[in-house]
């Protein structure tokens, strides 16, 4: 990150769901690790973001099992397919391309692009980063038990899940 305050690195101080860390900003609405840095930018432009997220691999989300290599290797170029498609949610049409590495137990994908205006390259990281989530969500492999953020993850979408099948019945057991 530059050392004077760019206007994007102003607006995700400014925005609730992010919080600064030694690194940069960090997404606190995902269960996954988050890093988005800020650069200036040429000309009109507010700003240059890079946002990587890190993932567990397939095998370091199970618990207590080990996943076949042809599984997770299968699992892993799935994972990189479908988030070729990650810059379909941003507004911004000046980006590289995504980059999705496996490093050990550690999946990172890496984003970075170009933003015209600060509240919009704000609204991208996040809707990057909830991409990114989702489409790792997608991946889940049923017949596996999960641990750790995976599992995480999994919980909340079933909490999400059951609020909403409550409001639906206005809150009354059916």
Same mark, same amino acid.
């Given at each position: 990150?530059?050392?004077?305050?760019?206007?994007?690195?102003?607006?995700?101080?400014?925005?609730?769901?992010?919080?600064?860390?030694?690194?940069?900003?960090?997404?606190?609405?995902?269960?996954?690790?988050? +890093?988005? /840095?800020? !650069? %200036?930018?040429?000309?009109? @432009? $507010? &700003?240059?973001?890079?946002?990587?997220?890190?993932?567990? =691999?397939?095998?370091?989300?199970?618990?207590?099992?080990?996943?076949?290599?042809?599984?997770?290797?299968?699992?892993?170029?799935?994972?990189?397919?479908?988030?070729?498609?990650?810059?379909?949610?941003?507004? +911004?049409? /000046?980006? !590289? %391309?995504?980059?999705?590495? @496996? $490093? &050990?137990?550690?999946?990172?994908?890496?984003?970075?692009? =170009?933003?015209?205006?600060?509240?919009?390259?704000?609204?991208?990281?996040?809707?990057?980063?909830?991409?990114?989530?989702?489409?790792?969500?997608?991946?889940?492999?049923?017949?596996?038990?999960?641990?750790?953020?995976?599992?995480?993850?999994?919980?909340?979408?079933?909490?999400? &899940?059951?609020?909403?099948?409550?409001?639906?019945?206005?809150?009354?057991?059916?």
């Amino acid at each position: 990150m530059t050392d004077r305050q760019t206007p994007i690195a102003s607006e995700l101080e400014s925005h609730e769901a992010f919080a600064r860390t030694d690194d940069g900003y960090d997404l606190a609405t995902t269960v996954f690790e988050t +890093t988005i /840095t800020t !650069d %200036d930018a040429d000309g009109n @432009r $507010d &700003g240059r973001v890079r946002v990587t997220v890190t993932l567990p =691999t397939l095998d370091a989300a199970v618990a207590e099992e080990v996943v076949a290599s042809p599984v997770e290797d299968g699992w892993f170029e799935t994972l990189e397919r479908r988030l070729q498609d990650v810059f379909t949610v941003a507004h +911004t049409s /000046t980006h !590289d %391309d995504p980059v999705v590495e @496996r $490093d &050990g137990e550690a999946v990172r994908v890496r984003l970075a692009y =170009t933003a015209w205006d600060a509240g919009e390259g704000v609204a991208d990281a996040k809707a990057l980063i909830e991409f990114v989530e989702g489409t790792f969500a997608q991946g889940i492999i049923p017949g596996y038990e999960y641990q750790g953020k995976a599992a995480t993850l999994l919980e909340n979408a079933q909490n999400r &899940g059951q609020q909403a099948a409550d409001g639906d019945s206005g809150g009354m057991p059916m």
